[in-house]
């Protein structure tokens, strides 16, 4: 059990569900947890990662400050609450990826934060306030090529000769899937090995929206090389960015979007579509392409130009890889964001 006076920062996740932001912690905390005394608080997260319940956060002695660090409204109003009505001594940090203008509420808790980071300058630009620009990373030893793709897709019940596309996250609108699915259906009677995977939840208000791709999927023939996996352990997904010859993100809008660059440190190039921060991310015809937003005619493009390609394909794999390596593995972010715990940890009171 961690001490009291161990605990430097606290880092809430209120969501049960896994999302971009609960991956955000998780992958993050054991990092970080080398270099300053860290702890999650929240339902949804692994075992064996630093964790304290939110009624010892919430009672933590008040001998010394610590750093609450929300990356969501509900947790800055949370250590408002701790601060403010209970009285407990949080410096309060939040995190925006969000590139859109936020709504009344947030502004006023952004504006009640003793200091901000934005996951990249676009979500910066939306604060109203200064954030230092902190880009995500990504962990390359959990993020890595398989050793052999043929055993893990046979293990994981997929075809070992197909070529594998992969797009992952929930599935709605607002991730591509329905412009994906179009670029499949123009590309895949000329590529008989291409295979869409699918892994991410399907709401129930998201299930007719698939049913209708899948009836249009079934109308051209390819219905049997298009897979919906669903919600899956976090494992499982690790495991399966390595299973695949190309990632593909074409989301309408994106917060960071971090799953390019999970794909990317497992050797696969991606095509993404020009949202969020995937334009920094991507070196365009080096390790993936960048297509227009909402163009499935430019990702149709891409598409067949990857599948046709497979000594290009494998070596923009490897660039891509080099590419994390060299420029967003998370030591460097776990580095950055706990240079900002210890600036507001050592600012006078």
């Known amino acids: 059990m961690t001490e009291p006076r161990d605990i430097e920062v606290v880092a809430p996740n209120l969501k049960q569900r896994l999302s971009g932001v609960t991956a955000t912690v998780v ?55 701790l601060r403010h009505l209970l009285r407990r001594r949080y410096c309060l940090l939040f995190t925006s990826a969000a590139q859109r203008r936020h709504t009344g509420f947030t502004r006023w808790l952004i504006r009640q934060q003793d200091a901000l980071i934005a996951t990249s300058p676009q979500a910066a630009s939306y604060l109203e306030r200064p954030a230092e620009v902190i ?42 899937v329905d412009l994906l699915i179009e670029a499949a259906l123009r590309v895949f009677p000329r590529h008989p090995r291409a295979q869409l995977v699918f892994s991410g939840r399907i709401t129930p208000d998201n299930r007719t929206f698939v049913d209708d791709l899948m009836a249009r999927a079934q109308a051209a023939g390819i219905a049997d090389r298009i897979r919906f996996l669903g919600e899956i352990p976090w494992d499982d997904v690790v495991r399966l960015y390595r299973t695949l010859d190309l990632f593909a993100a074409p989301a309408r809008w994106e917060g960071f979007g971090l799953t390019p660059l999970e794909a990317m440190a497992s050797g696969v190039p991606v095509i993404a579509a020009r949202v969020g921060a995937y334009e920094t991310l991507i070196r365009d015809g080096e390790t993936g392409t960048l297509v227009p937003r909402e163009d499935a005619e430019a990702l149709a493009a891409a598409l067949e130009r990857w599948l046709s390609d497979d000594a290009g394909r494998e070596a923009a794999g490897r660039a891509a890889r080099a590419h994390v390596e060299a420029n967003h593995a998370i030591e460097g972010e776990a580095r950055a964001i706990v240079a900002v715990y210890r600036r507001l940890l050592e600012a006078p009171r």
């Open 27 to 81: 992958r993050l905390i054991p990092v970080q947890a080398r270099m300053i005394g860290i702890v999650a608080t929240g339902p949804g997260l692994p075992p064996g990662l630093p964790h304290v319940s939110l009624a010892r956060a919430a009672t933590l002695p008040r001998n010394r400050w610590r750093v609450w660090h929300a990356r969501r409204n509900t947790e800055m109003a949370l250590g408002l609450v």
């Open 135 to 176: 880009l995500h990373g990504v962990d390359t030893g959990v993020f890595h090529p398989a050793p052999d793709q043929a055993a893990l897709r046979r293990e994981m019940g997929l075809d070992p000769k197909a070529l594998l596309i992969g797009c992952f996250g929930r599935v709605r609108a607002q991730k591509g």
